[in-house]
């Protein structure tokens, strides 16, 4: 497995396989008004970093969006923090390191940024990416909870690197 920038040829791929990672989870319905952020591969691309990990014959395994602080696409990170956004690995790719893998990369290009921390919001029904998040020593960050509409409320996690 290879994580690198998505091409612009994979875009509306990669939307949609951030799309349907989601609704494979009933977090959200290809209808919904967060599908079309979701899909918006295009303007993430242009706005923050986008990567996806791609197999050795080119197959997209995942995906997930790195943004810093102020930026458009940024939801909680606070100055000196990163933000990792939309990791998104479909049913039939998990199980193989791949979120592990993208949600290191974040980390990662966090340090070389001179980031202090590694924020990000999920949903709290996404169990099994909150244990990997655990795993690999995020800790919640109860106080810093939000909630972008009145029916949806996120957690948030935090990875402290100093």
């Known amino acids: 497995m290879r994580i690198r920038p998505a091409e612009p040829d994979e875009l509306a791929l990669v939307g949609e396989l951030t799309l349907a990672a989601y609704v494979a989870d009933g977090h959200t319905t290809v ?6 952020e979701l899909r918006a591969a295009d303007q993430r691309a242009q706005q923050a970093q986008l990567v996806v990990a ?10 997930v969006t790195f943004v810093l602080p102020g930026t458009p696409w940024a939801e909680v990170s606070r100055p000196g923090e990163a933000e990792f956004r939309m990791l998104a690995v479909p049913p039939e790719h998990r199980g193989r390191g791949v979120g592990s893998a993208l949600t290191q990369w974040c980390v990662d290009r966090a340090r070389e940024q001179g980031c202090t921390a590694v924020a990000l919001s999920t949903l ?3 169990a099994t ?4 998040y655990e795993r690999m ?15 949806v409320r996120l957690i948030v996690y935090l990875l402290d690197l100093v």
């Open 124 to 126: 709290p029904g996404m």
């Open 137 to 151: 020593g995020f800790a919640r960050a109860p106080e810093r909870d939000w909630w972008p509409n009145p029916q």
């Open 54 to 63: 791609a197999a050795p014959h080119g197959e997209l395994l995942g995906t």
């Open 129 to 132: 990416a909150h244990r990997m």
């Open 31 to 36: 209808d919904d008004h967060y599908a079309d």
